[in-house]
């Protein structure tokens, strides 16, 4: 019966919580159309696909905020916009912002997909601190990748970096990893990184470190004093 209860509170909670975040969106819109002399419509959508897949995705779909006006001497139309797929009992939610504007130019065909969490990561500047060594030999690569040969040479880091995410290296447990920094460094040949992402990485380290701005901000300018005169930069 607790339990019961308890769930009930957390439900509730939820709900609040959405209830409140969404009465703020609207009220954020307002004030935004307000000052850009755009006009608040509510839910109401009126355009329909617009010959646009993503209008036409999912179960179910949600025009919200929808605002109307001039910017920049152009027509717009902005949404928060929303399809949900559902199979079963199972459903996913995937948001975007839209402005819709003619442009009274051919425009090429252009496939929308839903941000990422690498996306979000990137977005945010949210670093990852990243154990190769450890990875590998407590399987968390193999169980990541599902297969049970997983290599250095297969480990994501490349394509996190690459994708504009902040990339640090650590040993995790150096004792127990029979590692030390200087490996862990040594493992990113391994990936295949080149030389300025190999720096990028290093840089990271200062970039994330848990210091003052200023203390920060003075490691990372010696160690690129350090790498220049190494004619790493």
């Known amino acids: ?10 439900v509730a909670i939820v709900g609040i919580v959405s209830y409140f975040v969404t009465q703020q969106r609207i009220r954020d819109m307002r004030t935004f159309a307000t000052v850009h002399s755009l006009t608040f419509i509510g839910n109401r959508w009126d355009l329909g696909d617009c010959g646009f897949s993503l209008f036409d995705s999912g179960n179910r779909r949600y025009w919200r905020n929808v605002l109307r006006g001039t910017w920049n001497g152009l027509p717009v139309t902005y949404c928060d916009y929303t399809y949900v797929e559902q199979t079963g009992r199972n459903s996913v939610s995937y948001s975007f912002s839209n402005v819709l504007t003619p ?3 051919p425009m090429p065909w252009v496939t929308v997909f839903p941000r990422s969490a ?5 977005e945010r500047s949210i670093g990852l601190e990243i154990c190769p060594t450890s990875n590998v030999r407590t399987d968390a690569l193999a169980q990541f990748l599902g297969r049970a040969d997983a290599r250095l040479n297969d480990h994501p880091l490349p394509k996190l970096l690459r994708a504009g995410i902040p990339v640090s290296l650590s040993t995790d447990d150096p004792a127990m990893f029979d590692t030390n920094l200087s490996r862990e460094f040594s493992t990113l040949d391994d990936m ?12 990271g380290g200062f970039s994330g470190a848990f210091l003052p701005p200023a203390e920060k901000s003075a490691l990372l300018q010696g160690f690129r004093s350090k790498a220049a005169a190494l004619a790493l930069l």
């Open 118 to 122: 690498l996306g979000a990561l990137a």
């Open 1 to 10: 019966m607790l339990l019961f209860i308890g769930i009930l509170v957390i």
């Open 103 to 105: 442009l009274g130019t």
């Open 192 to 203: 295949g990184l080149r030389k300025q992402e190999i720096i990028s990485i290093a840089e």
